[in-house]
């Protein structure tokens, strides 16, 4: 059979009961037809593994989640400085959230995703040649991609129209309605049981990185613990927690018998690679094609190459933090120092935030501290907005340089982009648990992360003696994600999900000052100790100071708390749980917008 994909991509949006465009006057022809004026995206075989292969890396890489946007609206929370602050001041429009699609191009419009895995479905269907299995292994991973796609669709708007084949040249062009979410839903499952019966457990070499049978399950558990909490389920119908349960009990069955599972440094997460915690990845290298800037923005300024200033932790994340024994802070057993308020920390801490006087190994200099202080030579005021900044993301080993991406040379710490891990499988099937009554199984699955983290077990059991009942392990669950995933982009989709975006406050900052003897910078002044100046000994003398010793703290420093926010006020609407389609799709007539909406008539909670 050989098969060839027209000039123009023609996206259908096929649900249930189909109109003709002639009833349709005011339908735009532009949207359904998507020209490839390049041929780029033709496959002239479905008999030809290579083609198909080549068309398979096209469409991973426009479907695979990327870094989070720095500063993007779904990379925006609580817990960093950058933002979008028409999310956060609950100044949105309809036009505001995009990701369905931009324009009519290949790469503006997801449907185009969609399209390219139906013609892949349909042409290894049709395929008269290739080897049953090869063509499973190919199929699976489009069952697998267009599922992430309309994933990522339906967590934005609920349900959107559901197109399940490639229209043909010479068909009338047609419209439906959205399908309902549960349709979507239910699709997304489907696909994803199809791709776990045809993908393998593992791969290796150089196929590393594509979907697994158990990344299809963790996917579809995922999806489905969205459809049992309360951002599409307010009322909490018993029955989606049962069957969230289910599917996130098979995907960590399932991952555990593959060999993944926790690997035992935290810190390790992010600057090792391809290791057994990597459940669905976006691999990216130094390459020029395939780098990121990431560490360079995120690193100080100075350890960097004209970047910096980006992915700071806020006092409003370093305040989430637990102790080392599991306990909040708030606890009146905790043992927390609200004036020396990094010591004693849940270790999760001290491998994500750097603060002042922290040590800090970057670029390879093992003695090397953090310092924040205002006035410090080291870095520039413009850089440092909240007085802390994310270890996580950065390698250590590299110098400035090496951290530096450039589009036209490469570079960068080529840092892997980790969609889901094995603790997010764990901490999904978790929420599970305590939704549906089994709060001890909820409870050894948070244990086994904590222990991971290096929480002791102390006289509180992890911590985990504070939740008592369904509400206040839900409260430690979203605290536990809140740390565990810190900085990886998952805080706004856990707040909307579980309908928790009222706990998203200013965004604070936390700098402290030099206190007279103590000032920054160097000088002759007599009577003035200046911290970057070395002394007679070779030393500064804020790097031979105890900072642990509340009364050298205390005796050098004066801290400030302040607002990031400044005359704004946090303000997020409850329409935000589920966002207006852009008028691209609503000028088609079939298609309603949503709920909540200037002429929204969609519910998104069927």
Not at 154 to 180: F, H, M, S, T
Not at 435 to 440: A, I, P, Q, S, V
Not at 516 to 543: C, E, H, V
Request: glycine share 8%; with cysteine; charged share 20%.
């Amino acid at each position: 059979m050989i098969m060839k994909v027209n000039k123009y991509i023609k996206i259908t949006l096929v649900a249930a009961g189909l109109l003709s465009a002639s009833m349709l006057p005011s339908c735009r022809k532009d949207f359904f037809e998507i020209e490839d004026p390049n041929g780029m995206e033709v496959v002239d075989s479905w008999e030809d593994e290579g083609a198909i292969g080549l068309f398979l890396n096209r469409t991973y890489a426009l479907v695979m989640p990327q870094w989070p946007t720095i500063g993007g609206v779904h990379n925006t929370s609580d817990e960093l400085n950058n933002a979008n602050t028409a999310f956060l001041y609950g100044t949105l429009t309809e036009t505001s959230i995009t990701d369905i699609a931009t324009g009519t191009s290949l790469t503006a419009n997801r449907y185009a995703d969609i399209r390219r895995c139906n013609l892949a479905i349909e042409g290894l269907n049709g395929s008269l040649t290739l080897p049953e299995s090869v063509k499973q292994t190919l199929k699976g991973q489009f069952f697998f991609l267009r599922a992430m796609t309309y994933f990522k669709l339906v967590r934005l708007y609920g349900g959107v129209p559901l197109i399940l084949r490639a229209q043909g040249q010479n068909e009338d062009e047609l419209a439906v309605p959205r399908a309902k979410t549960s349709e979507c839903i239910a699709q997304i499952g489907k696909d994803l049981d199809s791709a776990a019966a045809f993908l393998p457990k593992k791969w290796t070499g150089n196929e590393v990185g594509r979907a697994t049978r158990g990344a299809a399950l963790a996917l579809k558990g995922r999806a489905f613990l969205y459809w049992a909490s309360p951002q599409f389920n307010p009322t909490n119908i018993a029955s989606r927690w049962t069957d969230a349960q289910a599917a996130c009990k098979a995907a960590y069955d399932t991952l555990t018998a593959d060999g993944f599972g926790l690997i035992t440094k935290y810190s390790d997460i992010f600057v090792t690679e391809d290791h057994k915690e990597v459940v669905i990845v976006r691999k990216y290298n130094t390459s020029r094609d395939l780098g990121t800037n990431l560490e360079n923005v995120t690193r100080p300024f100075s350890e960097t190459s004209a970047g910096s200033g980006s992915n700071q932790p806020t006092w409003n994340l370093v305040q989430a933090y637990p102790m080392n024994n599991g306990l909040p802070t708030s606890d009146v057993n905790s043992g927390y120092s609200s004036t020396l308020f990094w010591v004693n920390r849940d270790p999760r801490f001290a491998a994500t935030i750097a603060y002042n006087g922290d040590l800090w190994a970057l670029s390879g200099k093992a003695t090397r501290k953090q310092w924040t202080y205002t006035g410090v030579l080291d870095e520039t005021a413009g850089t440092m907005v909240t007085g802390f900044y994310c270890k996580r993301l950065c390698n250590p080993t590299l110098s400035p340089a090496q951290a530096l991406y450039n589009s036209n040379t490469g570079g960068g710490n080529g840092m892997d982009w980790i969609e889901m891990r094995f603790a997010e499988v764990m901490l999904n099937l978790s929420e599970c648990y305590n939704e549906t009554g089994n709060l001890t199984e909820a409870k050894n699955l948070v244990r086994l992360v904590r222990q991971r983290a290096g929480v002791t077990a102390g006289s509180y059991d992890y911590g985990l003696s504070v939740a008592t009942d369904v509400v206040s392990m839900r409260r430690l669950l979203l605290n536990e994600r809140q740390i565990e995933f810190a900085l990886e982009g998952m805080r706004y989709f856990d707040l909307r999900r579980t309908r928790n975006l009222n706990l998203i406050t200013a965004r604070q900052s936390f700098k402290v000052a030099p206190k007279p003897p103590y000032y920054a910078g160097t000088g002759t002044t007599a009577g003035r100790i200046y911290l970057d100046m070395l002394n007679t000994s070779g030393f500064k003398p804020r790097d031979t100071a105890n900072l642990n010793n509340i009364s050298v703290y205390t005796s050098m420093f004066t801290p400030t708390i302040a607002s990031l926010e400044g005359s704004n006020v946090i303000n997020i609407p409850d329409k935000y749980y589920v966002y207006a389609l852009p008028n691209l799709f609503t000028q088609v007539p079939v298609i309603q917008q949503t709920n909540g909406w200037a002429g929204g008539t969609f519910d998104p909670y069927q």
